[in-house]
């Protein structure tokens, strides 16, 4: 596993993480309910129309956040003789978005909701897409901090290819679970009723994840961490990454 691949598994953990966070788990029913026009009972039933809109909503935030990608990796090689100090400047970065998840502090910024409110969703599969467009344009205070790592990460990667993977790899973390609540609500529900008492644990995590990811990007250890890892990866499947 080298430090691409492992950037890679972190941005998708980092979406998993968004998807259990206060702000959006909690949500997953309505924004189900609210793609398909259907109730929960009647999504149960409706299956297949539950997954062809929540791919279509997946789609549509999955676009944006690819933009959002290529703008940051294009900033980065703007500044591609400066790397070294915004690799430095945005593991400092992520550490203070870590703190900020962690609780030591306010960021007002982030304590203001983002998300973009539509009364009436437009008709049809378009719809959907677009919905899922506007999901990703006003993220949530709760995956702001989430998403402004990996595209800080991203921007010190100065790489487009790399660039686009971590937000691709971002978002089929946060796409994938909310896939499988759509085609098993009911299932989903119980998880959620499990899960909620545990939401401040996940916050937490988050925070030490993101804390950890920036001291790695300060001390330039990726590199180092990947080489160790790499030792133990299996090496039928190290010949694949």
Known sequence: ????????????????????????LPLIPSYVTFITGLSLEDVQKSRRAALIHSLLFVLGFTLI???????????????LYQRAWITRIGGLLIIVF??????????????????????????GYLGTLLVGVAFGAGWTPCIGPILGSILTYAASSADLARGLWLLLAYSLGLAVPFLLAAVAVERFLDFFGRMKRQMNWITRTSGVLMIV?????????????????????????????
Do not use: W
Request: hydrophobic share 50%; glycine share 8%; with cysteine.
């Open 1 to 24: 596993m080298d430090g691409s691949s492992f950037g890679i598994v972190i941005a998708f953990t980092a979406g998993l993480l968004s998807f259990l966070s206060p702000c959006v």
């Open 98 to 123: 870590g703190l900020y998840m962690l609780g030591v502090f306010n960021i007002s910024l982030f304590s203001r909701e983002r998300r973009v409110h539509i009364a009436n969703k437009p008709v």
């Open 65 to 79: 956040f690819l933009a959002f990608g290529a703008t940051a990796t294009a900033l980065g090689q703007l500044l």
């Open 213 to 241: 990811v920036g001291i790695l990007m300060i001390t330039n250890y990726f590199t180092v961490l990947a080489a160790t890892l790499q030792q133990y990866t299996p090496e039928s499947l190290r010949n694949r990454l």
